[in-house]
């Protein structure tokens, strides 16, 4: 993918290939166009305003399932059981609604 050269099935003149600078070259410009071009497409996905609301629907679901979960359990309000007793937090963002904006 990255080196486009034909390479006889000669197994020494592939390795020879692999180890050389120019494949090295060749393997760094590949993975960073392979970067940019998946920036671009997380970016298209995210912003994209039907993937926009289904977030937030998704979203405003779990915040009425975690509201209900503390009416049923008053004393546990973010919390989940630990086996060892104690309580454990529910996780960093779980009441937090946010937009996907990512910059290159």
């Keep these: 993918m990255a080196c486009d050269m034909l390479i006889p099935a000669q197994n020494h003149l592939l390795q020879r290939h692999l180890r ?7 393997r760094r ?3 960073e166009q392979f970067k940019k071009t998946s920036l671009h497409v ?5 912003n994209n305003k039907h993937i926009v609301k289904m977030l937030e629907k998704y979203l ?12 049923l359990f008053p004393g546990n309000a973010g919390t ?5 007793g104690g309580p454990v937090s529910a996780g960093r ?3 937090v609604r946010r937009r996907f904006h990512i910059s290159s």
Excluded: C, I, T
Excluded at 42 to 46: I, P
Excluded at 63 to 71: C, D, E, N, T, Y
Excluded at 80 to 84: C, R, S
């Design 42 to 46: 997380a970016k298209s996905v995210l």
């Design 80 to 84: 989940a059981a630990d086996p060892a």
């Design 20 to 26: 050389s600078a120019d494949h090295n070259r060749n």
């Design 60 to 71: 405003k679901a779990k915040r009425k399932r975690s509201a209900f979960g503390s009416l």
């Design 93 to 95: 963002g779980s009441r």
């Design 29 to 31: 410009m590949a993975a």
